[in-house]
């Protein structure tokens, strides 16, 4: 293993069919109103952790929540996982503001991401 540690999981996206009514729902659990609100992101910072509500699961096509891993280094903790068995759904791209975002399917098809802020 190298030193490509993850951080946990501090960011959970969620795909919704109708972004007012999910908003409402996840600021009334949440006790608080999203810190972003645009047409195609909702995002709740709550405890340290990103919530985000993404309509019709985004460009990536989300059709289940994804748990993101915050990590050091993408690259490396993607090569880690694809040796292990993983193959890579989206390749890390920068998604603004210096953010890399990637997903990958482990061998049971389940989506997991990795973000690295830099």
Known sequence: MTDSSTQGIKTVLHP???LAKAKEVYAALLGMQPQT???YYVGFEA???QIGLVPA???QGMTSPVAYWHVSD???KLAEVTAAGATVKEAAHDVGEGRLVATFTDPDGNVLGLVQDR
Do not use: H, N, T, Y
């Open 16 to 18: 919704v069919s109708d």
């Open 74 to 76: 993408i690259e490396a």
């Open 57 to 59: 699961g985004g460009p």
């Open 37 to 39: 609100d645009s047409p």
């Open 47 to 49: 405890e340290g952790q």
